[in-house]
Nanobody, 119 residues
Framework: QVQPVESGGGLVQAGGSLRLSCKAS????????MGWFRQAPGKEHEFVAG????????WYTDSVKGRFTISSDNAKDTMYLQMNSLKPEDTAVYYC????????????WGQGTQVTVSS
């Protein structure tokens, strides 16, 4: 299993936008969903958004609905998280992972990408 590689984080002011990318190779014929998670300082990993293997279904935690959009390009083995109207409480390290069920991470965590939102 190749570890996913997250990128695209940075420092942004409240109300700003960022787009995160996750490069993760799939085995041919695999149909598992993927998702984004985040971990704020002193807290556990939190589910953020999920996407089905073919991109037909997406789902989100309530706090990001209407602001974040998850998408994928299987031809590029890449998943994205477009984050708009960012808030200071979105500050965290963001990770991508394979999902079991609707929001249970399966693999070990990669390095993640830091997102910092200033007020």
């Amino acid at each position: 299993q190749v570890q996913p590689v997250e990128s695209g984080g940075g420092l942004v002011q409240a109300g700003g936008s960022l787009r995160l990318s996750c490069k993760a190779s799939r085995r041919a014929g695999s149909v598992y969903p993927m998702g984004w998670f985040r971990q704020a300082p002193g807290k556990e990993h939190e589910f953020v958004a999920g996407i089905s293997w073919n991109g037909a279904s997406t789902w989100y935690t309530d706090s990001v609905k209407g602001r974040f959009t998850i998408s994928s390009d299987n031809a590029k083995d890449t998943m994205y998280l477009q984050m708009n109207s960012l808030k200071p409480e979105d500050t965290a390290v963001y990770y991508c992972n394979r999902i079991q069920g609707s929001r249970t991470p399966v693999e070990s965590w990669g390095q993640g990408t830091q997102v910092t939102v200033s007020s």
